[in-house]
């Protein structure tokens, strides 16, 4: 008979905590990985619902990860909204 250790469950969300996740990124450089695209930007806004980017691109080829450019990245003309809800990881890659 397995004796399970004591679970501590905790009851904040990611929205729940001051600094993290999107808004301990702003004003940096981010890249999101989404559900169909790559897009990477200046991170100038954030809410419930979506980000704001500055000088976005679109990476159509990364290349080498441990590089400091991507391969292929286009720039949009723009600042562009992204749908929090397409995004499957974000951070600072490049």
Known sequence: MKILKEA????????DIEEEGF???LGKQITCFCAVYIYTGKLIGVNK????????KIVYETGEFDTKT????????????????????????K
């Open 8 to 15: 501590k469950i905790i009851n904040e969300t990611i929205e």
């Open 23 to 25: 808004l301990a990124l």
């Open 49 to 56: 619902t979506c980000i704001k980017l500055e000088n976005p």
């Open 70 to 93: 991507w391969k292929d990245a286009q720039a949009l003309p723009n600042e562009i909204y992204i749908q929090t809800a397409m995004v499957e990881t974000f951070g600072i890659v």
